[in-house]
């Protein structure tokens, strides 16, 4: 286990935004390899919600309107997804 000031130094350089786009590239890349469409458009519908919640005295504008964009995205994948 990470030691707590190893993870403070490192998130002193970047925003909240930042962090969240990072777990989410993360996030997608470790579900990849399940070869579902599905557990990507929940992976991405549920980022949307974060980043839309996500108060705006800690992320920059522009991940507010990534977050709509991946509210819009994520059900267009669950629906066009195979079963």
């Known amino acids: ?13 970047y925003n909240v935004g930042q ?3 990072l777990v ?3 996030a997608t890349v ?7 469409r599905r557990i990507i458009a929940a ?3 549920l980022f ?8 705006q005295s800690l992320a920059p504008i522009h991940y507010l309107f990534l977050g709509i964009v ?4 994520g059900p267009v994948l ?5 079963r």
Do not use: E
Request: hydrophobic share 65%; net charge neutral.
């Open 1 to 13: 286990m990470l030691p707590l000031q190893v993870i403070d130094s490192f998130l002193l350089n």
């Open 19 to 21: 962090a969240l786009l």
């Open 24 to 26: 989410f590239v993360l």
């Open 30 to 36: 470790g579900a990849l390899p399940l070869k579902s």
């Open 43 to 45: 992976n991405v519908t």
């Open 48 to 55: 949307g919600l974060v980043f839309i919640m996500t108060p």
């Open 70 to 73: 991946f509210l819009v995205v």
């Open 78 to 82: 669950w629906v066009t997804a195979g």
